[in-house]
């Protein structure tokens, strides 16, 4: 056997890449899985968006290499999508840069600006793949602390108490996952302060703004942000794409170059099809997000009775696509997803998997027709009466 690279040492098998097998197994052997771990919507992009893509398929001249750094028209349109909702001015010029998918791009930033040994802020608890990748390019994680009595906000504090050990780039993601904390102005510009103060890229992973929240809001509205922030971006939670990987990444156009960089050597441009369809959804009307939430509010409010039945107290002012909910003191979470999993044949997430902050809570995702999570909640109450 070839050994593998040392890099590998560092990291893990993504915990959904393991699990689902284990899902998938139980499938096939015919038992009725409701998958409720992940986050891939379940409802269809807008018409619109498949016929964009259809009808630019039929065209000859589709097929070819595309441009590094997508159409003109798909930069144009993402430059009105965030002067439109996020009161942002970005030049469609050298100010986006569109991406196959966020996760995707939180390589590409990571390769562009992170040497071994440098020093990465990240959220406990937070979306796994950024220390991953801070692992896999040699970087060091450094976890700064969210909690349920801070709303789920850094302790500035502490922040500044470890900026003094010299950090290069910070993580920020806001409405959060898992948690679906949100963000106000206030707290989004001190983090800009902090990052200016302390010399450090903060870039903002932004995918959950239109879900459920009452108001979209980027970092890079906010004035001087430009100056030391990114915000990352992706059409596959706000309009049912997550399997189009289209992403995008906003900033000073000097930071983007130098994510080019990396990019234009590992792919070759999105296929022209997907970009017209994502240039139809970024055009959809407001209207749009409402039926959206609409469905989401119907489900979340079903979730957080299946949440309640087993024994946890659901977080409910929160936004995004997710119910975060507190188990009692001395409930494994592990412990729990398994026996759901293995007696109600219905797969939840353990909030372990998002970092130690993560202990006691489970996530519950709202990608599942009310009728599937009305049947998970009928299984456990026909179970756990007994």
Not at 35 to 58: F, W, Y
Not at 77 to 105: C, H, R, W
Not at 135 to 161: C, H, M, T
Not at 190 to 196: I, N, P, S
């Amino acid at each position: 056997m070839i050994k593998p690279a040392e890099r590998l040492n560092q990291v893990k098998e993504y915990y959904f890449s393991k699990k689902l097998r284990e899902v998938a197994k139980l499938k096939a052997e015919g038992h009725p899985i409701i998958n409720m771990g992940i986050g891939s919507p379940d409802l269809p992009p807008h018409p619109s968006v498949i016929e964009a893509l259809n009808s630019t398929s039929q065209m000859e001249t589709s097929h070819g290499y595309q441009s590094y750094q997508g159409s003109p028209a798909l930069r144009e349109s993402i430059a009105a999508f965030y002067q439109k909702y996020y009161n942002t001015s970005l030049s469609p010029v050298d100010e986006i840069l569109p991406m196959m998918g966020s996760k995707e791009a939180i390589m590409h930033i990571s390769m562009a600006y992170l040497n071994p040994g440098d020093k990465v802020l990240i959220p406990n608890p937070g979306y796994p793949t950024y220390s991953s990748v801070t692992e896999l390019v040699g970087a060091r994680a450094i976890y700064y602390d969210l909690k349920g009595e801070s709303r789920w906000l850094p302790d500035f504090d502490q922040l500044n108490k470890l900026a003094e050990e010299g950090i290069k780039l910070m993580w920020v993601n806001y409405p959060h996952m898992p948690t679906g904390a949100t963000a106000d102005i206030e707290t989004l510009m001190k983090l800009v302060d902090f990052a200016k103060d302390n010399q450090i890229l903060l870039v903002n992973d932004n995918p959950y703004s239109f879900i459920l929240t009452e108001k979209p809001i980027s970092i890079l509205s906010i004035e001087g942000a430009r100056e030391i922030a990114l915000e990352l971006n992706s059409l596959s939670k706000t309009f049912n794409m997550p399997g189009w990987r289209v992403g995008m990444l906003c900033g000073q156009a000097n930071y983007l170059k130098e994510v080019l960089k990396v990019k234009s050597n590992m792919d070759s441009g999105m296929f022209l099809g997907i970009q017209a369809g994502a240039i139809a959804a970024l055009n959809l009307e407001s209207s749009w997000f409402d039926q959206m939430d609409s469905i989401y509010q119907k489900r979340r409010e079903l979730v957080w009775k299946l949440a309640e039945r087993v024994g946890a107290i659901c977080e409910k002012e929160s936004a995004g696509m997710f119910v975060w909910a507190k188990l009692a003191d001395k409930t494994d979470p592990m412990a729990l997803v398994d026996k759901l999993l293995y007696e109600n044949h219905i797969f939840i997430t353990p909030g372990d998997i998002f970092g130690s902050n993560g202990h006691g809570y489970i996530r519950f995702s709202l990608c599942v027709p009310e009728d599937t999570i009305q049947e998970a909640l009928d299984r456990i109450n026909a179970s756990w009466n007994k």
